[in-house]
């Protein structure tokens, strides 16, 4: 996960199935955090 955040940054090694890696796993952030925030 961190390795795909500084490839990105550092922009490298910027390859469409990293950018996809990105999104799928700010998606999934994202969507854990929904889950753990609504039932507040």
Do not use: A
């Not at 490839?7 to 753990?36: A, C, H, K, Q, W």
Request: glycine share 2%.
């Amino acid at each position: 996960m961190s390795v795909v955040h500084i490839d990105l940054v550092s922009g490298l090694t910027f390859t469409p199935v990293e950018l996809i890696l990105e999104i799928d796993m700010l998606n999934s952030f994202f969507r854990l955090m929904f889950f753990y925030l609504v039932p507040l």
